[in-house]
């Protein structure tokens, strides 16, 4: 009777083994041959989780749908750079037919990964000046995309409307990543045409932001932050310092407010990935090829205000402000 149970037992192991197999070999059968598009995103944050949304979203509309049409190889590098160039390595080795890179520094990894392969940039502020296209009305490579170049100086006019004695604006930003230091450039540029003291300060790393931050508010009237990757991972630790001081963050992304930022005139991240996606599509469909397809805009930003932020801090909006954001 033990040996018949003992073989009953070792039946049901190899068939449930057998069953599992298949069900694995079937799933694999599935995505074999579809065309692999890889998305590498730097680091998990708000802003770049919705810039993927939109992505597959507007992959799904055109007809691009994961482990159906296309096989979608999502890898987040942590903002790890030895796990960017890995994780490139891995697209280039499974022979994608599309790469997407959002932000800078995701996009560089994957420009330096191939020369051949169509590479799509997913929120990227400055391609050209990141040195990963010729120009960028004529790309003239493998590369092209979105730009998510910020509005600064509307960003520098709603902080004098909100902030109209303000007199110090400090700007803070990662000294690391390329694309804030040509916002940072613009800000400084703009703020001191408009008549305000700048005081800047820079990080390398999410550690640096505790230290670096305390002290810069202790200096200004407002903070201005880029669409910073390093800084949006540690915007917790900046609000927490600025608040002490009851001094208002101004960040150029709209999550950045939502996680205690005052207010931006900002792009909507979503629209981002979805105009990032549309582009990817075309590539897809044989319909665009990255050299001849021009770096790509959102048309208009979006005035987004905290308003528990602002009660918080004992600001008012004023009127017209707030009038603009009801008829957005």
Not at 54 to 62: R, S
Not at 185 to 190: L, N, V
Not at 205 to 220: A, W
Not at 227 to 256: C, H
């Amino acid at each position: 009777m033990k040996k018949m149970m003992g073989f009953i037992g070792l039946l049901s192991i190899v068939l449930t083994f057998a069953f599992f197999k298949e069900k694995g070999d079937s799933m694999e059968n599935k995505i074999e041959g579809l065309p692999v598009v890889g998305i590498l995103q730097l680091t998990s944050h708000p802003a770049l989780d919705i810039i993927y949304e939109g992505i597959v979203d507007a992959l799904n509309e055109e007809g691009f749908v994961d482990g159906e049409t296309i096989e979608i190889d999502f890898q987040n590098a942590q903002g790890d750079q030895s796990n960017l160039n890995s994780m490139s390595t891995r697209f280039v080795n499974k022979n994608a037919s599309l790469m997407i890179g959002i932000a800078t520094p995701s996009a560089q990894a994957l420009a330096n990964s191939s020369k051949e392969i169509p590479i799509i940039l997913g929120a990227v502020t400055d391609p050209k000046g990141a040195g990963l296209v010729k120009n960028n009305e004529k790309p003239g490579g493998n590369i092209t995309g979105v730009s998510d170049l910020t509005p600064i100086k509307e960003q520098f006019n709603l902080i004098k409307q909100i902030l109209p004695n303000a007199k110090n604006i400090g700007i803070l930003y990662s000294s690391s990543e390329d694309n804030s230091i040509v916002q940072a450039k613009q800000a400084i540029e703009i703020a001191e045409s408009m008549g305000y003291e700048t005081t800047v300060s820079t990080v390398s790393s999410t550690n640096d932001v505790s230290q670096v931050s305390s002290s810069l508010v202790n200096q200004v009237d407002a903070v201005w932050v880029p669409t910073d990757n390093t800084i949006a991972s540690a915007m917790s630790t900046l609000v927490a310092a600025a608040d002490e001081n009851n001094i208002p963050v101004f960040p150029a992304v709209d999550t950045m407010v939502e996680e205690g930022g005052l207010a931006t005139v900002g792009l909507n991240q979503y629209e981002l990935g979805i105009l990032t996606g549309k582009m990817a599509a075309t590539v897809l469909k044989g319909e665009n090829k990255p050299q001849t397809m021009p770096i790509q805009y959102l048309q208009k930003g979006e005035i987004i205000i905290n308003l528990e932020k602002a009660t918080e801090l004992g600001i008012a909006i004023p009127e017209n402000i707030l009038e603009k954001i009801k008829n957005q």
